[in-house]
């Protein structure tokens, strides 16, 4: 049957990790026509639905953004485009901070010359706190911003600007900073991704039964990816404009405990191995979200157990691994 197109939401960053997990939310609650933005230089995924589009762009590009914003009239635009791993940010500060900021300005911008009144996610990151002091726990949006790396810099500026705009234009900009979210699609150089990839290989003979790992004693706060976009939705319809809030399970769970799951659930006997490569000795020992605000606001609270997510994971590596017979 035909769609009533009434209403429009644009996710920047369509073909990411992040950006495939709300698409497919919004199809699936929502009746909105979907605009995925996707970096030029990319392949265009195949759309799950006559409501999704997807275009290519390249939101550096002031022009590019102001056309695509004029031409859409997005009602929702969900902001997850930009440099998101933290290691690359040290190699390349500027092209972080030049890509993260570029792109939020270009967004607002587009919006004030269209008079787009539509509502803006501007995803931030539990990153921005930074030094996280043993007092500071569970870390509310009140504890102070310490960033460690020029990642963290990045995303507070994006967050700022999200609130000069709001105050100086008016902009509907909600403010988010998620914790470390997971799911099946995730890149493997993030943990839970690392370890279901590993097993997969053991598990297809394609690598001796040895687990690369690094510090193993931190303990984060994990929340499935299908949670967070859950969250995403509900904070564009109920947060306050230049509000901001925290997403998180609010519980602490270690990388061994982690690890610990994941080989429980492999059908192969496998040993575990120091990489020094990867042991990031200035890691916060405990890192754990207070998500109060989030859910007075919306009602929102983690709802997947971690046992399935992590299931997910090693299931979709497997797939992966024997679809391509390499990882």
Known sequence: MPYNFDMRALVTGAAGFVGRHLISYLLQETDLEIIGSVYYKLPLPQPESPRVHFEHIDLQDEAAVMGLIDRWRPDYTFHLAGQSFVPYSWQHPWLTFDQNVHIQLNLFQAM???KLDGRILVVGSGDEYGAIEPEDLPIDEKTPLRPTSPYAVSKIAQEMLGWQYHHSHGIHAVRVRPFNHIGPGQREIFVASSFAKQIAEIEAGLKPPVLRHGNLDARRDFTDVRDMVRAYWLLLNHGQPGEVYNAGSGQAVSIQQMLDIFLSMSSAPIRTEIDPHRMRPSDNPVIVCD????????????????????ADILND????????GVG
């Open 317 to 324: 590596w497997r797939e992966k691994v024997k679809q391509q």
């Open 291 to 310: 998500p109060t605000r989030l859910h007075l606001t919306t009602g929102w609270r983690a709802a997947i157990p971690l046992e399935r997510t992590l």
């Open 112 to 114: 004030i010359q269209t």
